[in-house]
């Protein structure tokens, strides 16, 4: 994607300095800051904090950590240290325990002697996949769209929800990889993007489609329902976290109320995620680990202050009552498809093993 017209990644890697630049996603949209992160536990405080967020990005920023912790020693028991340390960072988001289980299977047969470098390697891999996989994405979620969609005026309307594009992967986007294939082919694509309480991943989204040009509308998560209803919303598309092997699917707190609102309405919803987000060891949502996070992130809202200081404002006292589940399930049979690197399926186990048929047990 370009920021200031120049093609940028989420995510520099610097191995002759023993170090990876990442943005700094808790000071967007307000300011892009790029941060160095040059031990292996800079690269977990990265992930948990949510410096860096959005599953393919979070498990190139753990393949990328790994090669860190092997730079300074690579015997079996770091190895085993390292990636236990960044699995531990965030539960839901398959794609960090997908890219440290890639990463171990490559290095731990190798002599340590040359791990650090099969590391680099690896992980520079992982990341230029995730690249080529969202712009294939993108193509397949394009084409499904110029096939199922008939928008209902001149301009295509997208509903998403969180922060599924450039900044939640390396470069390119899941869910938002087809309303950038949309823009760049021509065609008139305008995105509504829900806030996303309370972490607002929505501003994410708003701030990037800006960067690219493409329009984009930032409204309250609740007047999702009231836009679908008035027939302003022609399809909702969204990232996954982790997708179970009967199609149903782990995004971000709300998403599963848009999924509901979209059937109620009639307005097909979408899924994009690579291969990577996939747990064919998952059985069904039920069984996915959904990530409960700190209080706090309800209780104060952060924002510019009235001199342009950063700031948390308080809305509830400290040790005020809360709950913060960072995910949903959305029940398959509310999908009407899953895009991935691989083409389109129906949200159920016969259509993601149709796309993976070498995923099948007897
Ligand atoms: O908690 P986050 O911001 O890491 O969660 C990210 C999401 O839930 C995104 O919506 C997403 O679809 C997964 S990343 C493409």
């Known amino acids: 994607m370009n920021i200031d017209g120049i093609p940028t990644r989420t995510l520099r890697a610097r191995p002759d300095q023993r170090a990876f630049d990442i943005i700094d996603q808790t000071r967007l949209p307000h300011a892009l800051h790029w941060v160095r992160v040059a031990t292996l536990e800079e690269a977990a405080h990265a992930i948990r904090s949510m410096q860096v967020r959005g599953a393919p990005l979070i498990g190139a920023t753990a393949a990328y950590g790994l090669a860190l912790a092997l730079d300074f020693e690579a015997s079996d028991r770091r190895l085993a240290e390292a990636a236990a340390l960044l699995r531990s960072t965030r539960p839901t988001a398959v794609n960090l325990h997908w890219a440290l289980a890639r990463m171990e299977a490559v290095l731990a047969p190798l002599p340590p002697a040359a791990r650090a470098a099969a590391a680099w390697a690896e992980a520079a891999a992982i990341a230029d996949e995730d690249v080529a996989q969202n712009a294939a994405i993108g193509a397949h979620g394009l084409a499904l769209w110029r096939e199922q969609l008939v928008p209902r005026g001149d301009t295509l309307h997208i509903m998403t929800h969180c922060n599924a594009g450039w900044l939640a992967t390396v470069d390119g986007g899941t869910a938002l990889a087809p309303v950038y294939a949309a823009h760049d ?47 302003q919303v022609d ?49 069904d949502g039920a069984h996915i680990p959904i990530e409960s996070r700190d209080g706090d992130e309800v209780r104060l809202v952060h924002g510019l202050d009235s001199r342009g200081v950063p700031s948390a404002l308080r809305q509830l006292p400290a040790g005020g009552d ?3 589940p960072a995910f949903d399930v959305t029940p398959g049979w509310l999908v009407k498809g899953i895009i991935t690197e691989r083409g389109s399926c129906p949200a159920s186990r016969e259509g993601l093993l149709s796309l993976y048929p070498e995923e099948a047990r007897a």
Not at 211 to 216: A, F, K
Request: contains cysteine.
């Open 235 to 283: 399809a909702v598309i969204v990232g996954a976290d982790r997708i179970a092997a009967n199609g149903d699917v782990a995004n971000k707190i709300g998403t599963y109320l848009k999924a509901l609102a979209a059937a109620d309405n009639g307005i097909p919803f979408y899924v994009a995620a690579p291969r990577s987000t996939i747990d064919f060891a998952c059985a």
């Open 322 to 324: 809360v709950a913060n």
């Open 185 to 231: 082919a021509g065609l008139p694509v305008h995105v509504w993007a829900s806030e996303t309480r309370p972490r607002n991943q929505g501003l994410l989204t708003a701030w990037e489609l800006d960067q690219h040009g493409v329009p984009c509308t930032l409204v309250a998560d609740n007047a999702a329902g009231l836009l679908m209803r008035n027939g």
